[in-house]
């Protein structure tokens, strides 16, 4: 059984940034695809990013694009979303997501979650 734990998110102005982090529990981590996706109000849960085992290939949703960077560290068994130039519209609870997806876009593919973490992003 595999546990992920979010944290860092928050409240930020438009503009700013901010880093989750997601720590993962279990010897197979460094074996997972790891992703991140978020939920806002009255929307369905969709895709921000994701990164390969090998952590040589990362995926991005066209919105995020150039402001939002996804990393791993294997040796703490880490995930990152580093956020930046963050808009009023990335206001989400986010999700940390584990497993060995082979559509990393579609949320049912992924077979571990954590709990989330409220970011909110005020204009």
């Known amino acids: 059984q595999v546990q992920l734990v979010e944290s860092g998110g928050g409240l930020v102005q438009a503009g700013g940034s901010l880093r989750l982090s997601c720590a993962a529990s279990?010897?197979?981590?460094?074996?997972?695809?790891m992703g991140w996706f978020r939920q806002a109000p009255g929307k369905e849960r969709e895709f921000v990013a994701a990164i390969n085992w090998s952590n040589l290939n990362t995926y991005y949703a066209d919105s995020v694009k150039g402001r939002i960077t996804i990393s791993r560290d294997n040796a703490k068994n880490t995930v990152y979303l580093q956020m930046n130039s963050l808009k009023p519209e990335d206001t989400a609870v986010y999700y940390c997501?584990?497993?060995?997806?082979?559509?990393?876009?579609?949320?049912?593919?992924?077979?571990?979650w954590g709990q989330g973490t409220q970011v909110t992003v005020s204009s």
């Open positions: 279990g010897r197979t981590f460094s074996t997972y695809a």
């Open positions: 997501a584990g497993g060995y997806s082979e559509s990393y876009y579609d949320p049912a593919t992924w077979a571990y």
